[in-house]
């Protein structure tokens, strides 16, 4: 581990290095490093720098409102937002999961492989195919969308039209691609007509069979460029997310599980609900975000990393085909129990985007999806507690209402915040094993973007903030002084200012 | 049947005078003929919006701006690889960019609609100064979208 990197021991004599954003993530964090005189890195820091409370954007609304309200908390995961507030007022109309009309929790969950499946395909094709098609210290004018449209036109296309399946699925299932208010307190608003199931089911096919070429293409690049992709960022962790009662992948509903570096399980089928007996968070001087452990292991070792790393390596098979064997195969690359290599986080990511097509085309030859009992209703309740595998991670929703319906105290813990500590770690990794010692310049400062954008992090949704800053690089001596600045503007644009 | 004519807002509602470019669409339903107009929104422009120019004759986005010279400004697009590549979000003319790559084809005419905005803050509500602005936006819009034409539009334009 790197914790040592944390603090340095004398910070007031070190060089000091930002990375100020950090790019193709959504929302603004920037990365400090100071180095001796030896261009020694002796403390790395991701921070994040802006912070407003969804809670407090949330408070004082009515229960009903929050399936459409929170979707805009985050322009890039609102269905996840949208499916977990809905859980957590399923509770409040006193309506159990186990007790949604089928129909209803089979639309729901339809719903979400296509949030999940449109959120992969951007992340992989969007931002980071560029780093891992060109290298992560090529020309930065070659890490763009842009540059891999011009090299490799077909794969791009077909990222561009996985996305555009994943928000078509959504506009069906919803109504709407945004604003949708498909799922409501106590099932879903409207079913899927057999026109919509038909429009749907016109291009799934070719979409799994992309999807599975993704998965090869992210096995081979991974696959050429060992021992690299398993150690760079690497750090034996924890895992948690939710699982099905069989151990199976699970994104929409299950208990928790967590298990440890050596996949020995800490926590089993934990109703979330309790949460709280779980999960604390803590707080840093130096960030707005928060960071959450498990209670049982303690600050120091409870740490734990979720989302798509933390879901493949947790769960014991995926019940869709195709999904199953590149499982198999992922988990069979590495020696140990576990799957530790932070750019792994993409290969399974790709899984989970071959997993969720090929559950759509399950769930759209189900004629439940077309059924029209889709309201169950119950005792009002005055607290509920809503979980979600949303494409970062786990995702949760914690409100109380009064007698009035109002939501009187809300909790949200989103995925990026539960990766806070481990993007940190990964930062000192990299930082520690590839940047100390050398002459710092932009594509390699990248590398630590690389670590970061692995996690596919959402600083938006962590920390409440739209990001739109540009990036800056300072370089200073040990007395203090400017010697050397690099300014990445909004639009792209390098200039040297020193 | 795809409609000719795309007009789309962009935004979030809930994020102060973000907001402006869907609700310039709401005033687009409720005062336009609409049998050849399609109105689409998102929070932000994405890659696979390309797709959504196909087969169009006229193409308009709308978006707030805090960079906006004017109350509203109305521009033609050209598409660019303008490197708006480090947030999720992407520029219009970047969207156009990915029209041509993966068309291989010139994008339709399309033009940007910028509304002058001030803060873009959670869960505040719409700006005095902003609703001015998009009180002269809609007016602007209704107009264009009477005569939608590509030499009337290039006559209207600010610069």
Redesign the interface.
Known sequence: MYSHLETAKNPENLKRVVVD?V????GHGKVTLLLDADNKIQQARLHIVEF?G?E??IQGRPYWELPV?VQ??C??C?VSHHLAAAKAIDQLVGVDPENLPISADKLRRLLHFGQVLQSHA?HF???SS?DLLFGFESDI?Q????AV??AY?DL??Q???L??YG?EVIRMVSGK???GTGAIAGGMNKSLSKAERDYLLEDIDQIIVWAAASVTLIKTVHESNLPYFDDFATIPTNYMGLIQPDGALELYHGGLRAKNAQGQTIMDHVDYCHYNDYIHEEVRSWTYMKFPYLLSLGQDDGWYRVGPLARINNCDFIKTPQAEAARITFKAHSPGAMVHSTLAFHWARLIELLHCAEAIKELLHDPDIMGLDLVAKGEKRYEGVGVIEAPRGTLFHHYQVDENDIVTKANLIVSTTSNNRAMNESVRQVAAEYLSGRELTEPLLNNLEVAIRAYDPCLSCAT?A???MP?QLELMDANGQLIDKLV?H????IERLA | MIKPILVFGYG????GDDALGPLLLDYIEKHCDLSKIELL????L???H??DLEHRSLVLFVDASVACINRCDFSPLTAA?????????MSPA?VL??YV??KKQAPPPCFLMSIKSES????AGLSSAAENNLQQACLFVKQLLQQPTLNHWLQQTSY
């Open positions: 954003p790019s193709r993530v959504e407003r969804f407090r954007f309200l805009r908390l322009g890039i609102p951007l094709f969007h931002l560029p004018s890490r763009s969308i842009m449209l011009a036109p791009a296309l990222g561009v039209k996305r555009k928000q691609r945004i604003h409440h739209m990001g739109k990036l990445k909004s639009n792209g644009q | 979030n509602l809930s994020r929104t998102d929070f932000q994405q890659i696979e390309a797709l690889r303008d490197k708006s590549y480090t947030t999720h979000a970047a960019a990915v790559s993966i873009m803050e959670l869960g």
